[in-house]
């Protein structure tokens, strides 16, 4: 179940707020510039679909983003439990950075946990199957796909490198939870 909890980024065993309405987490996000939103498939998708299936199960919400945004590039990630570089995959993104463009994911299958701190706030947003997460360019996050990742993600980007991670140099990541066992702890 996607879930949203707010902290102060000085608190991170007490958080201030926790839902799981799909609209509430929309409206809080949104105070941030944060967009999140539901997206169902117009037709089935499973395991092993090529991403062209995938995308076309999808391409009304995909063109809309390109045509409001003006996404060039759009491509679908999919990562499972027994890839072999998923403890290099999983770390990559685990410090706080940010990028020089919008960061957009939509989950079609499986989860990833998307932490966002903004002023003195701590936003950990567990995204799952259906969810669309906008993360405006600059806003410093990290990412956890947990230990035995497991999803499928359409990504959007406007250059090339607008994906590239800038490394604050700050640990907060490492003060608050972990994306573990398909929860966050």
Sequence with gaps: MSRLRIFSDTDPANPHLTTSDHAGMAAELARINVAFEQWEA???????????????????DIDRLVSEHGFKTV?????????????????????????????????????GLFTLHVDDKVYE???EAGDLIAVP?????????GPE??????????EPDGWVG???????????????RGQAV
């Design 149 to 158: 990742p497991s999803f499928i993600a359409i990504r959007f980007f406007t």
């Design 42 to 60: 117009d037709q089935p998708v499973k395991p092993g679909d090529p991403p062209e299936a995938i995308m076309a199960a999808y391409r009304a």
């Design 75 to 111: 491509d679908v990630v999919s990562i499972a439990p027994d890839n072999p570089q998923k403890e290099a995959m999983r770390s990559k993104f685990l410090d706080e950075h940010f990028h020089k463009e919008d960061e957009v994911r939509f989950f079609v299958a499986g989860s």
């Design 137 to 145: 360019d600059g806003t410093t996050h990290w990412f956890d796909m």
């Design 125 to 127: 947003v567990l995204c």
């Design 166 to 180: 800038h490394f604050t140099g700050t640990d907060i990541a490492q003060k608050f939870p972990r994306y573990e």
